[in-house]
């Protein structure tokens, strides 16, 4: 029989890399079938037997199993039981664990790739927290906890996403479907690449409620070097913000017109998309 996978670039089948361990730095050494989920049993590639206190080289003790949500694949859950060694210094005595930084930040429930996916799941595929809960087979509070803080990381913690801002756009949306609670929160995008035709928007900040007053408070809280930088503010009709601008960016041209209307949708869609995966008060399936 004519063997073909060389010549079609094949490599010889690795469930490492085809489940991304390898960007965890994991590696895999067994795998368990249950009725609801796939298990996979790792171990860190790294040995990291030096004392972080001494330096001196580490005797190993024994090991312990810390167990990770993964990415899914084929909608089934999966699961690592990640074996990670622990040494004792034999100059000081410390005992320490392998690092598994790669995989999963500390005490996290999610590995990496898990997290990952869940971001793109709700952003991207805008599903809700309870079906991205149901893919990962975590409890509800386990995965909202989880892409609330990974989303407050990756865009709120960027403070280099105010760089370079000329153009900004300013919307309010209803996110919040309650009695209890606002039900507003004011969005500002950027608008510079957009404007220049060299990219997307980008999002740069949300904040609590719809007022003037949220607005302006905002725009108080940027430098003055910002503020002077921003050539133009796309709104809508809503007047607040327009006198907000006009206060602290007197040097920018408010603007009102469809093509900046058009930019703001998609960007602002996939803001609320994410808004009602993370937030607590939503939980529709």
């Known amino acids: 029989m004519h063997d073909v996978t060389s010549q079609a670039g094949f490599a010889s089948p690795d469930l490492s890399a085809f489940c991304r361990l390898d960007e965890l730095g994991l590696v895999a050494v067994g795998q368990r079938l249950e009725p609801d989920r796939a298990v996979l049993a790792c171990r860190v590639v790294e040995p990291d037997q030096w004392c972080r206190r001494c330096g001196c080289e580490g005797v190993p003790r024994d090991t312990v199993t810390r167990r990770l949500a993964h990415e899914p694949f084929g909608w089934r859950p999966t ?25 999963a930040e500390p005490r996290a429930k999610l590995s990496r790739r898990g997290l990952r996916w869940a971001l793109e799941a709700i952003v991207v595929q805008h599903l809700s927290v309870a079906r991205v809960a149901e893919g990962l087979g975590v409890a509800w509070d386990t ?41 507003y929160v004011t969005v500002i995008i950027d608008l510079t690449a957009v404007r220049a035709g060299t990219g997307p928007a980008r999002l740069l900040d949300m904040v609590a409620g719809r007022s003037k007053q949220a607005f302006k408070t905002w725009l108080a809280d940027r430098d ?38 058009d930019v703001l949708v998609m960007p602002m869609s996939v803001v609320f998309a994410l808004l009602r995966g993370l937030s607590g008060a939503v939980r529709s399936a």
């Open 143 to 183: 995965a909202n906890d989880a892409v609330l803080a990974e989303g407050r990381r990756v865009l709120i913690g960027d403070r280099a996403r105010f760089d370079g801002v000329a153009a900004i756009g300013v919307d309010e949306h209803v996110w919040r479907h309650t009695r209890r609670g606002d039900k």
């Open 79 to 103: 699961s690592l039981e990640v074996i990670v060694r622990r040494y004792r210094c034999s100059g000081c005595g410390h005992v320490w664990r392998q690092g598994t930084s790669l995989a």
């Open 224 to 261: 003055e070097a910002w503020r002077d930088g921003i050539e133009v503010v796309a709104m809508d009709g809503f007047t607040g913000f327009k006198t907000a601008a006009a206060e602290e960016l007197p040097g920018a041209v408010a603007v009102m017109d469809p093509f900046y209307a």
